[in-house]
């Protein structure tokens, strides 16, 4: 009886994770962002978000996004391992007016946020750490590289970001 107790509540408390099917989850913008219409100056901002399903219960997924003074879009930099069991590289950088898109179903929250001329400053120094990423086609969830190792790597990089990533950011240690 104990057994068939303890696999109901695993089982009841799986389902209690983020969706269930990454196909519906949430992807909307979670309006913590500045709408880069209305922000002309310069931004950075790193997002951590659970991790989707029960890795959430202990992880996140962490990404940058940049904006150069007056751009209409955010530059997003992210790592995202399903590119690589398609044959596409891990990292992958688009524009978009949402940077802060729900992760599959879990609202994210900034880990940093910079505007103005320093921003500015450090926007090409983090363009040319994500250009000289060393796992772009890699991707392994532990110990890395991950989603993770990619900003802590970009943070390595422009040390003048004074990026700290969470405790739950697994993988962040691989880039040291």
């Known amino acids: ?80 391992g399903w590119r690589v069991k398609r044959g596409q590289p891990a990292l992958y950088s688009y524009m978009t007016t949402t940077p802060d898109r729900y992760w599959f179903g879990a609202k994210p929250e900034k880990i940093l946020s910079m505007k103005g001329d320093k921003a500015a400053e450090l926007i090409p120094k983090i363009d040319q750490a994500v250009q000289d990423y060393p796992w772009k086609n890699d991707y392994t969830v532990f110990p890395g590289p991950n989603s993770n190792t990619f900003p802590a790597w970009v943070g390595l990089q422009v040390p003048e970001l004074e990026l700290d990533l969470p405790f739950s950011a697994i993988g962040s240690g691989y880039a040291n």
């Open 1 to 80: 009886m104990k057994k068939i107790l303890c696999v109901a509540t695993l089982a009841t408390l799986l389902s209690a994770c983020s969706n269930s099917d990454w196909r519906t989850a949430s992807r909307e913008p979670a309006g913590i962002a500045p709408a880069p219409d209305q922000e002309p100056e310069a931004v950075i901002e790193v997002y951590g978000a659970d991790a989707f399903s029960w890795r959430g219960w202990f992880a996140v997924h962490t990404w940058i996004a940049t904006k150069e003074a007056g751009a209409s879009e955010y530059k997003v930099h992210e790592v995202v």
